[in-house]
């Protein structure tokens, strides 16, 4: 940015020379305003916090599940009751269309990575004034409907996703066995349909850490619903 | 001299627009319905709508992206709806739904039957969402409601909703 910025009496003096005399001053007009970009204010505001990046390590939490238990990454077992070699933390609800989509997929992925040694733990994120259809007694109902065995758990009072810096249902936190993360997004490329799918960026990202290597993407856009905030 | 093989591109891109090349048509052929028994097109790749975030000619563009199950998006629709209706010739509100392929000739076909002052919609049913959405912006982060508003170079990506009419009138008279 800083070079645009300083070659930009230059690029005008060109663009001077170079081009028509009726367009330069409109043309330098518009290169002015995308290079200062004063555009980018509103789309900060609106921007999550910073949120986790790859490599940090997430902060463990204690949240209630629909079992009426409490929930933390330290006392989680994998399927086989060993302690996990890592940990899929999906924010996910009852209510978006994206998340329903996902809940198939899910369920499998849990059954699948669970067994590795990699369990997925659901979180609730939404603010349940603005969406009943995420409490938890509904949480529970949906739970039981679509037989989910991983554990699901309501961050009650919305302090968890922003500290990983969340902003959609469904997104996944890959962490290994020391919660560092490795892998963020989506769960794979195919959101609206299961058999369209050629990645399963989390499946790939457990794999490379099978194989002691970094996950690659390990970091893919999660297409899904803003999380709902008061 | 390296200084200015940087520049080249750059004076490329300065000269292009100032050369008429708008072509409304392109707009126009885009908006026609492509589907039987639907009153809006509906388009399998982002490539095929591209052509609606590249027009460089004297006209404001607003595009919302949108679906009938998004509330927030369903909420703000009325300024996109008074926007149209007020807006001059120089402004194009087009709403671009991103319903899912099993609604688009259901639910969606239902919604727009039922809102005769909906601005221009069309079904973009290319659900490979991370081939396309930095294509429209890179700050878009996987969600809707987003509006992308340009006119020429100047561009303002609106990444959540709308909150008033005012809001979304700000946004557009930003760029002018």
Redesign the interface.
Known sequence: MR?ILN?FP??LL??LT???QA??A???S??V??NTAP?AA??MA???MAGLQIGDVAPDFKLEGIDGEMHSLATMMDANGEKPKGYAVTFTCNTC?YAKMYEPRLVALHEKLSKMGYPLIAIQPNDVELKPGDNLEAMKERAADRGFGFAYVIDSDQSVYPQYGA??TPEVYLLDADRVLRYHG?ID?????AE?VTEAYVEMAVAALEKGEDPSPAE???????IKAK | MR??L??LP??FI??Q??TPEATPSAITALLQPNSEGLSYPVYDSFDDVAPLFNQNDDKTYVINFWAT??K?CVEEMPYFEQLAKEAGPDTEVIAVSLD??KDIETKLKKFVAARPDLPPVIALAD????NW??RVDP?????IPVTMIYR?????????KYNSYAELKS?VD??R
């Open positions: 070079i070659l230059l690029a060109v663009i170079a081009c028509g367009n330069t409109e043309v330098a518009a290169e305003e995308q555009a509103p789309k609106s921007e999550p269309p902003s959609k989506a490329d195919s959101p609206q349909d369209d893919v856009k999660a297409i899904g619903c803003g | 200084i200015f940087y520049l750059l004076l300065a000269c627009a100032s199950w998004c927030p899912f392929k659900s490979k969402y991370n959405i930095d700050e878009w982060s996987g969600a020429g170079d100047k561009r303002v990506f609106h990444a959540e946004s930003a760029i």
